[in-house]
C-alpha cells in the first residue's frame, strides 16, 4: 500500500529557530515525486516544496529545504529562522506514477515570538 | 494569471438536499482532481478529470457523488441527497499536464460544506 506517515501531530518552535517536521513513504515505485504543502488558517493550500525521486540533490526554497533520503523512505522539511507566518498545518505528500496525490495526515506548527 | 477558483467558499446544506461545488482551474490546465478533507485529517483524494473526461475515480464514493469537467465552464463536484458525514472541506487542484509526470497540482481555496 502506498501511505504517508507524518508521526508528529504537533510542533512548535522559538521566532528565528529552526525546526524539523518528519515525513516518512512506503512506496514500491523507483520514479516519483514528493511535495510539502502549509495549510494556514484560511485553509488554502499552499505549496511549500517539492523533490523528485531521481535528485539525489536536496531542494530548498528560501528558509525551507528537505532532507530526502530515498533509501530510507524519508522526506523531513527543515524551516529556517522560523517566523510568526510560517504558523499552519504542513501537509507531505507524494505522487507515484499516477494522477493522484497521496497526503499525510499533517503536523501543525506553532511558533512563538 | 488567476489561481484554482471554488465557489461556493460555504455551503450550508439540510440532509437530504444537493450540493453542487465548482472549480474553474488554472488558465490553460486541463487536468481537474478533486480531494475531501474531513475534519482533523489530511486530504483524500476522490476523482481526476480531463476536459469531458473521467480519468480515475478511485477515490470518489458509489453512491449520490458525481463530477463532471465539460468543455466550456468550470468542474462541478455533485453530491445528492447529502448526509452529515458529507460535511467537509472540498478542495479542488489543477495541472497543466498530467501529475504523474512534471506537473504540480496547484489548489484553489476549498469549500467548505456543512450539512445540517
Known amino acids: 500500500a502506498q501511505t504517508v506517515t507524518q508521526s508528529q501531530p504537533e510542533m512548535s518552535v522559538q521566532e528565528a529557530e529552526t525546526v524539523t517536521l518528519s515525513c516518512t513513504y512506503d512506496?514500491?515505485?523507483?520514479?516519483?515525486?514528493l511535495f510539502w504543502y502549509k495549510q494556514p488558517p484560511s485553509r488554502q493550500m499552499i505549496l511549500v516544496i517539492r523533490q523528485e525521486a531521481y535528485k539525489q540533490q536536496n531542494a530548498t526554497e528560501n528558509r525551507f529545504s528537505v532532507n530526502f533520503q530515498k533509501a530510507a523512505k524519508s522526506f523531513s522539511l527543515k524551516i529556517s529562522d522560523s517566523q510568526l507566518g510560517d504558523a499552519a498545518m504542513y501537509f507531505c505528500?507524494?505522487?507515484?506514477?499516477?494522477?493522484?496525490?497521496?497526503f499525510g495526515t499533517g503536523t501543525r506548527l506553532q511558533v512563538f515570538p | 494569471n488567476a489561481g484554482v477558483m471554488q465557489n461556493p467558499r460555504h455551503l450550508v446544506r439540510r440532509r437530504g438536499q444537493e450540493a453542487r461545488l465548482r472549480c474553474s482551474p488554472m488558465k490553460g490546465h486541463s487536468h481537474v482532481y478533486w480531494y475531501r478533507q474531513l475534519p482533523e485529517e489530511g486530504l483524500k483524494f476522490m476523482v481526476y478529470l480531463q476536459k469531458e473526461n473521467i480519468i480515475d475515480e478511485s477515490g470518489m464514493p458509489k453512491e449520490r457523488f458525481s463530477a463532471e469537467f465539460p468543455k466550456e465552464g468550470p468542474s462541478i463536484l455533485r453530491i445528492q441527497q447529502v448526509v452529515r458525514g458529507d460535511s467537509a472541506a472540498y478542495f479542488c487542484?489543477?495541472?497543466?499536464?498530467?501529475?504523474?509526470?512534471?506537473?504540480?497540482?496547484?489548489f484553489g481555496p476549498g469549500t467548505r460544506l456543512t450539512v445540517l
Open positions: 505528500a507524494y505522487i507515484p506514477n499516477t494522477d493522484k496525490l497521496i
Open positions: 512506496t514500491s515505485e523507483s520514479d516519483y515525486y
Open positions: 487542484a489543477s495541472s497543466l499536464s498530467p501529475s504523474g509526470g512534471l506537473d504540480t497540482q496547484y
